[in-house]
């Protein structure tokens, strides 16, 4: 039972130009959402995140949009950059009235490739 | 400051051996959690220690698995008489208490179980 799914596999994209990288989740109690990217060998490192009452949080290149009557979240990363090849992963935990419980779901990630 | 850290990196171990597997978090965070990525799926989270809170053990996959923490640093997680299926990759997390979303992960330790 899927609750966090990054549909494509893979992505390649131009130096330059913009990724998109979509995520869909079923829980409707999730309320917060988090990107991860991961490079071989190495643990996931926390990029980007945002809450459920918001619709858009960006950080310098990154910028992640919720739609929560779809129930989907997108990344976009823009310009692309040849060192943003790796595998990005979707999370979200649904945190509950107190906030006690931070555990994540995560989907199987989306490889991405930035030509030069 | 020093990240998490895991050890050992890789373990190969015959089916039907116990595994200990263990992981240094960050200082000062409280939170501790373990996933397991087995290949070609995302994480999957198998236990969660905060502080002295009983911890939530809702995603070990089975009572061969078990996890300790003690207080709020060191954390083993130990796998008795090994199965194939428990080859992945296990990776602990760590988060501070006023940033419990963004979780710092070790590099992982991958079991290959034969």
């Known amino acids: 039972d899927q609750q966090v799914k990054q549909n494509s596999p893979s992505l390649s994209v131009q130096e330059g130009r913009i990724s998109i990288l979509n995520c869909d989740y079923t829980?409707?109690?999730?309320?917060?959402f988090l990107w991860y990217k991961k490079y071989p060998a190495e643990g996931p490192t926390f990029l980007i995140s945002i809450s459920s009452i918001k619709d858009k949080n960006e950080d310098g290149r990154f910028t992640v949009f919720l739609n929560k009557s779809a129930k989907h979240l997108s990344l976009h990363i823009v310009p692309s950059q040849p060192g943003d090849s790796a595998v990005y992963f979707c999370?979200?935990?649904?945190?509950?009235?107190?906030?006690?419980?931070?555990?994540?779901?995560f989907g199987k990630g989306i490889t991405l490739s930035v030509r030069p | 400051g020093a990240g998490v850290s895991q050890s050992p990196s890789n373990k190969v171990t015959e089916k039907g051996k116990d595994v200990e597997l263990r992981c240094d978090p960050i200082?000062?965070?409280?939170?501790l959690y373990w996933y397991r990525q087995r290949l070609g799926q995302g994480l999957e989270f198998l236990i969660y220690f905060q502080g002295n809170s009983a911890p939530d053990k809702s995603g070990l996959p089975s009572d061969r698995f078990s996890a300790e923490r003690t207080g709020e640093s060191v954390s083993t997680l130990t796998i008795q008489r090994t199965q194939q299926e428990d080859s992945a990759v296990y990776l602990c997390?760590?988060?501070?208490?006023?940033?419990?979303?963004?979780?710092?992960f070790g590099p992982g330790t991958r079991l290959t179980v034969t």
């Open positions: 829980n409707s109690m999730f309320d917060y």
């Open positions: 200082s000062g965070h409280t939170a």
């Open positions: 997390a760590s988060s501070s208490p006023d940033r419990v979303y963004e979780q710092y």
């Open positions: 999370a979200a935990s649904a945190r509950g009235m107190d906030g006690a419980n931070s555990k994540l779901t």
